[in-house]
C-alpha cells in the first residue's frame, strides 16, 4: 500500500513562502501523476498544482499560478510544493496525493494525511 506523508506546513506572514514535501513509501513519483490539493475550513477540497509522472508538465489553480511551483526529486520519491507570496485565504490543509486526473478529484487513488498551512495577515 502506497503511503504519503507530507511535511512543512506552518503559521507564516502573508507575503511569506513555505516549502511543503509529500514523501513515498514506493518509487511512484515517476510513475503517477503527482497533485497537491487543498482544503480550507467550511470548503470543498480543490485542487491546487500537480507534475505529470515524466515531470514534464505540471498545471496549477488560477488562483495559484505565478506564487505555488510543483517540483519532484525521483531519486527521494519526493514531491514538493513551494508556496511564494502567502495570502490569508492560503490558509488550509494541504494534501498530496498520487495517481490520478489533475482535476478530478475523485480520481485520486492516494492521499496523505495532509499538512496545515496557516497564513496571517
Known amino acids: 500500500q502506497v503511503q504519503l506523508v507530507e511535511s512543512g506546513g506552518g503559521l507564516v506572514q502573508a507575503g511569506g513562502s513555505l516549502r511543503l514535501s509529500c514523501a513515498a513509501s514506493?518509487?511512484?513519483?515517476?510513475?503517477?501523476?503527482m497533485a497537491w490539493f487543498r482544503q480550507a475550513p467550511g470548503k470543498e477540497r480543490e485542487f491546487v498544482g500537480g507534475?505529470?509522472?515524466?515531470?514534464?508538465?505540471?498545471s496549477y489553480a488560477d488562483s495559484v499560478k505565478g506564487r505555488f511551483t510543483v517540483s519532484r526529486d525521483s531519486a527521494k520519491n519526493t514531491v514538493y510544493l513551494q508556496l511564494n507570496s502567502l495570502k490569508p485565504e492560503d490558509t488550509a490543509i494541504y494534501y498530496c496525493a498520487a495517481s490520478g486526473s489533475f482535476y478530478d478529484l475523485k480520481s485520486w487513488r492516494y492521499w496523505g494525511q495532509g499538512t496545515q498551512v496557516n497564513v496571517s495577515s
Open positions: 514506493e518509487r511512484i513519483v515517476s510513475y503517477y501523476h
Open positions: 507534475i505529470t509522472w515524466s515531470g514534464g508538465s505540471t
